[in-house]
């Protein structure tokens, strides 16, 4: 199943760690770089679509600007993005031109894919690139991208990326073997787990907490992102960049990383944008019928169903859609801000009618804005 299913892949997001590209005393490992140019432009050559997401912007910069350490402080680190992300690209270039393959720079922030229609411009760019044989290299634009607008760790935008292109698998190099039994470190009879059909509570367990030095990621937000793109339909390879071929011999159908398969879902691409993508700007607690009507009845959200509004929110703003007690359960796209909602909670669509004056939507959400995320 596994050895099948990895043959068979077309179009291929790599997530490239930081601490494969670069290190803060050393800088950019060109080395390192040129290897996994020629290993990556030689999959493209064998007509594999090529996605890369790479970090290393910050090391890289950190390195250049002699820095002691990976800095805690936002601006530096976005100071020493900007430094490090031109040293990064030209390394890249220049690697990838000794292999004859063309590349691109994309720089993403998490807004970009919150917004539909930029998230569409993204992926029509991204697939223009593709069918013009060209290599993406994506970054986080970290130099602009605030707390609110930031996907905070390269596993998590590989994962969002992995959904703008449609890929059929996210591939996360970094400088693990893959997910053990427990940690490698601490436990020297850990054994790697080869294959996740589903990420349970205790497989999330087991990655622990760990977080490496050198990144903002850690195991934890590999299989949060693996998580992710399972959501999309994306299966997801964890595997060590540092030995040299392991990507081309998992994809000829050798062993080697984890494996974990997507959780069946029907959803369409707007719904997993919806439900997936977007952040919520508010919470709609709702009574229990409402919650059924919802869940059981595929029923839109009617105002006479929420008992409490929190957050600020516009029209056409994502909010999360919870039970009375605060259990969330679906999120959809209001069609009201939160100020008239406040206003309107509870009552019914005749007297809305009065007090607004006219009533432009009968539902709060509509159900083809509505998405059930089950948690
Ligand atoms: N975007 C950051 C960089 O290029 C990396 C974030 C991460 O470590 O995941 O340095």
């Known amino acids: 199943m596994r050895e099948q299913f990895l043959t068979s892949c077309k179009r291929i997001v790599i997530k490239i760690g930081s601490s494969l590209v670069a290190s803060p005393k050393g800088g950019l490992r060109l080395d390192r770089i040129e290897r996994l140019a020629k290993e990556l432009g030689a999959l493209q050559s064998q007509n594999l679509e090529i996605v890369i997401v790479s970090s290393g912007a ?71 690139l593709l069918q013009l044989k060209v290599i993406p290299i994506i970054n986080e634009n970290d130099t602009v991208a605030i707390d609110e607008i930031r996907f905070g ?26 997910l053990y039994t427990q940690d490698p470190h601490l436990h020297p009879s850990a054994e790697l787990i080869p294959f996740v059909p589903v990420i349970t509570p205790a497989i999330e367990e087991s990655a622990g907490t760990s977080r490496t030095q050198n990144s903002r990621g850690g195991m934890i937000t590999k299989i949060r992102a693996a998580k992710q793109a399972g959501r999309f339909g994306v299966s997801t390879l964890l595997l060590n960049g540092e030995t040299p071929l392991a990507l081309q011999q998992v994809l000829d159908g050798q062993k080697g990383g984890t494996l974990f398969l997507p959780q069946e879902s029907s959803l369409t691409s707007r719904k997993q944008w919806i439900a997936f993508t977007l952040r919520p700007k ?94």
């Open 58 to 128: 910050i090391v890289a910069g950190i390195s250049h600007l002699a820095l002691d350490s990976y800095p805690h402080e936002l601006p530096l680190q976005q100071a020493s993005a900007a430094v490090g992300q031109s040293r990064l690209m030209r390394a890249y270039e220049t690697a990838f031109e000794a292999t004859h393959h063309k590349i691109a720079q994309i720089l993403l922030t998490h807004q970009d894919l919150a917004d539909r229609r930029r998230f569409l411009n993204a992926r029509h760019t991204l697939t223009t």
């Open 282 to 375: 508010g919470e709609l607690r709702l009574d229990g019928g409402a919650v059924q009507a919802l869940t059981l009845r595929g029923k839109s959200l009617l105002p006479s169903g929420i008992v409490k509004v929190t957050g600020t929110f516009m029209p056409g703003d994502p909010v999360t859609c919870a039970t009375e007690e605060g259990k969330s359960f679906a999120q959809g796209l209001t069609n009201y801000s939160s100020e008239t909602l406040q206003r309107i909670l509870g009552k019914k669509t005749s007297e809305i009618r009065t007090l607004l004056g006219s009533l432009e939507y009968e539902e709060i959400i509509h159900r083809d804005n509505l998405v059930l995320t089950g948690s």
């Open 153 to 178: 760790d390269n596993d998590t935008l590989a994962g969002q990326v992995a959904h703008v292109v449609d890929a059929d698998l996210l591939v996360i190099l970094s400088d693990v073997d893959g």
